[in-house]
């Protein structure tokens, strides 16, 4: 008669009944008043308790990890641990990434797999020991992790983080040979027509450049009619099936590059925002070949929230490139976006949060208002504030409340993360994928809304790096717009009629009315009886042209003044004259953003940060109304 052998025991890091972290914990002499505390926190905190006792500082990473790795009766990682490539693909990179898992290389006996999370080994027993076998768990760092995962599948990841977003809406599609070769083409053709008939050319261009003056004056003027001091900012749906619930996991995205002591700066600045520590997640995102930043943060005191994430080399280097490598390793339900040197408000991931659980679900972006903390540096970082207080005062929150797409900022930024993840994160090739973002969006039927918080950050205050930020920003924008618009029908069933026709005015209208700007520059010859080749014109074009100048100015000087005082910097005002030519610049930087689409399409222009201190009396706080 058979009889069945005895049933091998599982092992502790399988079985449900393991002893608890907080036994473990106090067993090793941790007061139980402080576990208590930790545990009462969790109730209403998405963290484990481990990650809450780490951000309070009641233990260390070196205690913490000795805890767990007695709790699930494995050991701890050691220094010389080297992944196995075959099975890391075999499990899939980003996979292990999202997980926290990566199995290494043995000699004999069970596979070696090095865990950051290791309540996950239960939950993914089956599926790891179909791809690896026999396993020998041992507790690692996230950070050990990540640099295991990119050592054996950095090429792979690589590409990934260069192609999530899907071919038809990628411009890594669109610039290539063919492109430039046709915007060459078209550049030879309109220098031939200028030679042909340079009379007739001018005029065709004059003509343009004043009709599209008239379009963005409409637009603007539609936005000053709706500005925030005649309504409520945001336009909200009421809420649905808003239920108490345990805070979420904010993620945050930082990247850095070639930051030499900034290190120091972004932690003080991030470490005073008052949302738990437990429930945020930093990671300080960085290229493998930067072994500046890399080592400026090797000697950083990091708290145990903020971690290194180096990026494997790839075919292109940018910032929406290596934000997509590191999506991977966000737990948070929310993903947020900050620059090197932001400095946010402290209680802005409190109104973040609170702003996702009043939105409706297909509100899968908030976006925050931008400053700048150097405005008094020189005339340049002034005339910067003003058209920021512009921006971010005024024409966006016009923008949402003419229901028309907003191109988001590159900082400041929320996503719900699965949203974000199910549009394939950003465009890695496009220079400007904020902005671009903010369109994809809108045409997969998601809303983005506007918070009442604000950021602030250094003013490119140099003349030189200011045009080269602005032609990379006027590059993307014209990569965007040819991208959306290869199937101008297919986006206009997505956007309906008036977000379409928004998009014109917004993207193709801010390129055109910057390159055009020369053209309007020569009225005033005509305006001072000088010589002109529309010398002649008659009274009433001539008046009609008068009046299209002057209201776009007034237009302009209204929205100037009205940003500026809802934002508490009518200081500024006195600079307003000058403003026309602080925009002859971004003129310079539009023709020189329309060479790069043809000569260097990817190139990301670098800003340096840390080049201009926080002025000595800091800037107030936006006093927009909520």
């Known amino acids: 008669m058979f009889r069945p052998g005895p049933t091998r025991p599982l092992p502790v890091w399988e079985r449900a009944d393991r002893p608890l972290l907080g036994e473990v914990l106090r067993d090793g002499g941790l007061p139980a008043d402080t576990i208590e505390s930790a545990l009462a926190r969790q109730e209403r905190e998405a963290a484990r308790l481990g990650e809450i006792l780490l951000a309070e500082g009641a233990v260390r990473a070196e205690t913490l990890a000795q805890a767990l790795a007695r709790q699930f009766e494995i050991e701890t990682c050691h220094g010389d641990m080297r992944p ?8 899939g990179p980003e996979w292990c990434l999202a997980n926290g898992l990566v199995p290494l290389r043995r000699w004999r006996g069970p596979v070696p797999l090095a865990t950051a999370r290791p309540e996950l080994l239960r939950t993914h027993a089956q599926r790891l020991r179909a791809a690896v076998g026999t396993m020998r768990p041992m507790v690692a760092t996230q950070e050990q992790v990540a640099a295991l995962v990119a050592e054996a599948a950095g090429p792979e990841l690589a590409r990934r983080a260069e192609t999530r977003t899907s071919t038809d809406e990628s411009c890594r599609s669109l610039v290539g040979w063919a492109f430039r070769a046709k915007l060459l083409v078209l550049t030879l053709a309109t220098l031939a027509l200028v030679v042909a008939a340079p009379q007739t050319s001018f005029s065709v261009a004059l003509g343009l450049a004043i009709l599209t003056l008239v379009a963005n004056t409409a637009l ?14 945001i336009p909200r749906q009421p809420a649905r099936n808003v239920v108490p619930m345990r805070l979420p996991r904010v993620s945050l995205l930082i990247p850095l590059h070639r930051e030499r002591a900034i290190a120091g700066t972004l932690v ?12 945020i997640e ?3 995102v960085v290229e493998e070949d930067d072994a500046t930043t890399r080592a400026a943060l090797a000697e950083a005191d990091l708290p145990p929230w903020m971690t290194p994430v180096t990026v494997p080399r790839g075919a292109l280097k940018t910032k929406p490139r290596a934000m997509n490598y590191a999506l991977d390793l966000c737990r948070g339900e929310i993903v947020g976006i900050y620059d090197a040197e932001d400095m946010p408000a402290p209680d802005q991931l409190d109104k973040v949060v609170a702003g996702f659980r009043a939105a409706p679900p297909e509100v ?26 512009v921006w971010f005062g005024v024409v966006l929150p016009g923008l949402a409340r003419m229901g028309l797409v907003l191109p988001l900022g590159g900082t400041t930024l929320f996503f719900r993360r699965d949203a974000l993840e199910a549009l394939g994160a950003w465009d890695a090739h496009n220079v400007t994928e904020d902005a671009e973002l903010g369109l ?35 590059k993307g924008y014209a990569m965007t717009w040819a991208v959306h ?11 309906g009629a008036w977000r379409f026709l928004g998009v014109q005015m917004l993207f193709l209208g801010t390129l055109a009315g910057f390159l055009g700007a020369p053209l309007l520059w020569t009225l005033v010859l005509l305006a001072l009886g000088l010589p002109h080749p529309w010398q002649g014109l008659g009274p009433l074009p001539s008046l009609l042209i008068s009046l299209t100048v002057g209201l776009s100015g007034v237009m302009t000087l209204t929205s100037q003044v009205l940003a500026l005082r809802m934002g508490g910097q009518s200081w500024l005002i006195p600079w307003l004259p000058t403003l026309p030519f602080y925009f002859m610049l971004a003129t310079a930087a539009a023709w020189r953003g329309l060479i790069q689409c043809i000569t260097r399409p990817f190139f990301w222009d670098k800003t340096a940060h840390g080049v201009s201190p926080p002025d000595a009396t800091p800037p107030p706080r936006a006093r927009h109304p909520a």
């Open 220 to 233: 603007l003027a539609g936005i000053v009619a709706r500005a925030p001091e005649h309504g409520p900012q």
């Open 282 to 284: 930093a990671w300080l």
């Open 485 to 495: 618009m290869r199937n101008p029908l297919r986006l206009l069933r997505q956007l």
């Open 84 to 91: 196995d490539r075959g099975l890391v693909r075999r499990l």
């Open 268 to 279: 003080a600045r991030l470490s005073r925002l008052t949302y738990p520590r437990a429930l």
């Open 364 to 389: 899968a972006c908030l976006q925050g208002r931008l400053g700048f903390y150097n405005p008094r540096a020189n005339w340049l970082s002034r005339c910067f504030a003003v058209e920021y207080s």
């Open 440 to 474: 994809r969006l809108a045409r997969h039927g998601y809303r983005t809304e506007l918070v009442d918080t604000d950021t602030l950050e250094e003013a490119n205050c140099r003349v030189w790096t200011w045009i080269r930020q602005r032609s990379r920003w006027l």
